[in-house]
């Protein structure tokens, strides 16, 4: 199911509100990475999580060089905090509210 969602470069999971769909071999990393992103999709009341990263990820891949689509990606604040914060087991409990903002 992943691969129908690698339009530009291979991806480990996805999160389409409110379900997580990841490869079989997947790390707990990625899955904390993908329950990050839940809980932007519950700030945002769902379209508002799409709207903003509809709109950061074309707007990255107008202004970067190359128009490079993972460098757009990586560049969405939603996927910052998600990367930055994956790495911590306990990110979730201690997490505050909107901290993709920070980003």
Not at 15 to 31: A, G, N, Q, Y
Not at 68 to 88: G, P
Request: charged content about 25%; some cysteine; aromatic content about 24%.
């Amino acid at each position: 199911m992943c691969d129908f969602f690698s339009w530009f470069f291979r991806v480990g999971g996805i999160t389409l509100w409110p379900f997580i769909i990841v490869r079989k071999e997947t790390s707990e990393k990625t899955i904390r990475h993908e329950q990050i992103h839940i809980a932007q999709y519950n700030e945002t009341l769902v379209i508002g999580f799409l709207l903003i990263y509809l709109f950061e990820w074309i707007w990255y891949l107008a202004i970067l060089p190359d128009y490079d689509a993972k460098k757009a990606y990586k560049s969405i604040r939603f996927e910052k905090e998600a990367y930055a914060n994956s790495k911590f087991p306990d990110y979730m409990k201690f997490r505050s509210h909107y901290n993709w903002r920070k980003y």
